[in-house]
């Protein structure tokens, strides 16, 4: 069975930066894409980040408050797939999940990781 393991998280001031990894282990990954999701405080888990390939050609996806400072990216060779994250503000504050596109629901927890905890503090 494919599972998806998030690792990375840590606490930062704001404006530091973070890089996180989900990678892809066990069984036969079929997906060609993989999103990056975060579930604040008292939040809806939401959308982060998206990458879709076909072969070598990669398409990159971001939610609108974080286009500019997280890039995603993807090396094949390991199946792992990277956010790296910039200029980090408090309100990026949450627990980061990656799942494949499009996710399970929120609410069926046995498809989803246990996430990484990503803190800024101001």
């Known amino acids: 069975q494919v599972q998806l393991v998030e690792s990375g998280g840590g606490s930062v001031q704001a404006g530091g930066s973070l890089f996180l990894s989900c990678i892809v282990a066990?069984?036969?990954?079929?997906?060609?894409?993989i999103d990056w999701f975060r579930q604040g405080p008292g939040k809806e888990r939401e959308f982060v980040a998206g990458i879709r390939w076909s072969g070598m050609t990669h398409y990159r996806y971001y939610e609108d408050s974080v286009r500019g400072r997280f890039t995603i990216s993807r090396d094949p060779t390991d199946n792992t797939v990277y956010l790296a994250m910039n200029s980090l503000k408090p309100e990026d504050t949450a627990v980061y999940f990656c799942?494949?596109?499009?996710?399970?629901?929120?609410?069926?927890?046995?498809?989803w990781g246990q996430g990484t905890q990503v803190t800024v503090s101001s």
């Open positions: 799942n494949t596109h499009p996710p399970p629901p929120n609410s069926d927890s046995s498809r």
């Open positions: 066990g069984g036969t990954f079929n997906a060609n894409r």
